[in-house]
């Protein structure tokens, strides 16, 4: 039987070559002008999906 993928989480995460979960991080939408240039600048780059979650993200993206 085939499993559906997640789409709005397929659009969300990526898998790194090493099999982990890669991800972007949040809180860099708005309310940027009380946010220092250091921390806008570290929001830009990926992060990895938290081992708590892990189990939820392989849930909604079997493929991955």
Request: net charge positive; with cysteine.
């Amino acid at each position: 039987m085939k499993l559906k993928t997640n789409r709005s989480a397929a659009k969300r995460f990526k898998a790194t070559g090493t099999g982990k979960v890669k991800r972007n991080k949040a809180y860099a939408r708005h309310l940027l002008s009380c946010k220092t240039t250091k921390q806008k600048r570290k929001l830009r780059r990926s992060g990895l999906v938290d081992s708590a979650n892990i189990a939820g993200v392989r849930h909604m993206l079997p493929y991955l």
